[in-house]
């Protein structure tokens, strides 16, 4: 049990040196470069570079102590406000390209049954029996019938 903690503590201990070369460096680079954005893609690039150095179980040591920062927060605040905008943009989207499928469909139905329509009045001026306009038209005989009484008006 003992050698147990004494590798905790090891390990501890390394995390620790870590994250104090982790600072020095940043703030060393970092008061070298007077641009602030400059210095906040320098510290950037330098948490990309020490990412590859760690392991999971840092990550989420260090995502406990982050979650309690500010910088996080903020962080956290400002890509769940994107998310919300990408979903709403992507939501927007969407329902337009719906709106664009029915609108569609509805215009081919409404042109399907105008040229039906027109064919039965055509048929009706002809003379066509009514039993055929039905036939081919597909249309129900009160259609049909209220057509006549229109053309009479």
């Known amino acids: 049990m003992n050698h147990f903690f004494k590798l905790i503590r090891i390990r501890f201990n ?3 040196n870590y994250i104090i070369v982790r600072v020095f ?7 070298k470069v007077e641009d602030k954005n400059e210095q906040f893609f320098l510290i950037g690039c330098l948490v990309g570079i020490s990412d ?7 990550v989420r040591k260090m995502m406990e102590v982050l ?6 927060q903020a962080l956290y605040k400002e890509f769940k406000e ?3 905008e990408e979903g709403i943009e992507k ?14 469909e509805k215009g081919i139905e409404k042109g399907i049954e105008k040229n039906r329509m027109e064919m039965a009045h055509k048929m009706l001026e002809d003379k066509v029996d009514i039993n055929l306009i039905v036939k081919y038209t597909g ?8 057509l006549m009484k229109k053309d009479r008006d």
């Open 14 to 16: 390394l995390y620790v």
């Open 25 to 31: 460096l940043i703030k060393k680079f970092r008061n």
């Open 67 to 72: 979650r309690m920062t500010r910088v996080m």
């Open 91 to 104: 939501g927007i989207e969407k329902g337009i390209e719906k709106g664009i499928e029915k609108g569609i």
């Open 139 to 146: 249309l129900m005989i009160e259609e049909i019938k209220e």
């Open 82 to 84: 994107e998310g919300i």
């Open 52 to 58: 590859k150095f760690i392991d999971e179980e840092y």
